[in-house]
């Protein structure tokens, strides 16, 4: 009988969310219905939605985050690294390898830069900490110049690298990011994005959440879009750029903005016009 071979690491599946469905405020509110979605290791996944298509409750139901908003994970389930993160509290999760940088940019405004990095490195001991704050100052130049200025006081573009820098101290095997181009001036957009690609090369996944689709999609691997509370559509970052109905919605290019993604879809399958 011939044994089976095994995927090669890095076709393996680093996160695997098998028909999570979310809800809010004791079921009153459904937020996400059987979402799939999968991050391979080493590659960047993009997940892409209008605003409440469920992007950060995605994010929450992965980090441990929902029972803290008033939110549930109503079913379904989460592995990471083959594991079922059921049960796991957040600080488990980060421990386990998944770090998060937050919907906007959630810096500690009266600690120093250097202060938020070493309270990012919670769960490790001072010694791989402190190698840990050296690999993100080198890396992030600003935050090396800044590092005795309190967090508060720097710009919005710094406040975001020192969010990355701070989720980078957990050495992360993955690293999720909420919408971090967010009210960023383009040439800071561009930064952060060759950041991400940077921290990719140097072998960690990552899920990106982006309202910025031409940025986020141009760097990914594979992109999800949600719509109606589950994944509408999936493809790499390439077919979703070429996509007409991802034009229309997230890139500014003609059509109608407002119908849905699925609609859109629909029609097209039936090759109707509204
Ligand atoms: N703490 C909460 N309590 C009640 N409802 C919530 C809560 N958080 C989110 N929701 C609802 O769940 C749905 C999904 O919200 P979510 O924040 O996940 O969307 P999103 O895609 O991240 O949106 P945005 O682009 O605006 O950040 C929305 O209808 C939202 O109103
Ligand atoms: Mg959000």
Redesign the pocket.
């Known amino acids: 009988m011939a044994s089976e071979v095994p995927a090669p690491s890095h076709e393996r599946a680093l996160l695997e969310l098998t028909d999570v469905s979310v809800t ?2 004791g079921g009153a ?1 459904r ?1 996400l219905e059987n979402v799939n979605l999968t991050v391979r290791r080493g590659q960047i996944v993009v997940l892409l ?1 209008v ?7 995605t994010l929450a139901a992965i980090s441990g985050l929902l029972p803290y ?3 549930s994970l109503d079913s379904g389930a989460v592995l990471f690294d083959g594991q079922d993160l059921k049960g796991k509290n957040p600080a488990a999760r980060v421990q386990r390898g998944i770090s998060m940088v937050m ?1 906007g940019r959630r810096v500690f405004p009266d600690l120093t830069v250097e202060e938020n990095l070493t309270a990012g490195g919670f769960t490790r001991s001072a010694a791989e900490a402190r190698t840990s704050k050296d690999q993100v100052l080198g890396m992030f130049p600003i935050l090396a110049e800044r590092r005795k200025q309190l967090a508060g006081l720097m710009s919005g573009g710094e406040q975001q690298m020192l969010a990355i820098g701070r989720a980078l101290m957990q050495r992360p095997t993955l690293l999720m990011l909420d ?1 971090p181009s967010l009210g960023l001036a383009p040439l800071i957009v561009e930064q952060i994005k060759d950041f991400i690609v940077e921290i990719n090369a140097q072998g960690t996944s990552v899920l990106l959440i982006e ?1 910025n689709a031409a940025m986020a999609l141009s760097i990914a691997d594979y992109a999800y879009v ?1 719509d109606g509370k589950t994944v509408a559509r999936q493809a790499t970052g390439a077919e979703l750029l070429a996509d007409t109905s991802v034009q229309e919605l997230y890139l500014g290019i003609a059509g109608d903005g407002r119908k849905s993604f699925r609609a859109a879809h629909e029609h097209q399958a039936r090759g109707t016009s509204q």
């Open positions: 809010y405020s509110v937020a939605g605003n409440g298509a469920g992007k950060t409750s908003t008033g939110g919907e919408e309202q949600l």
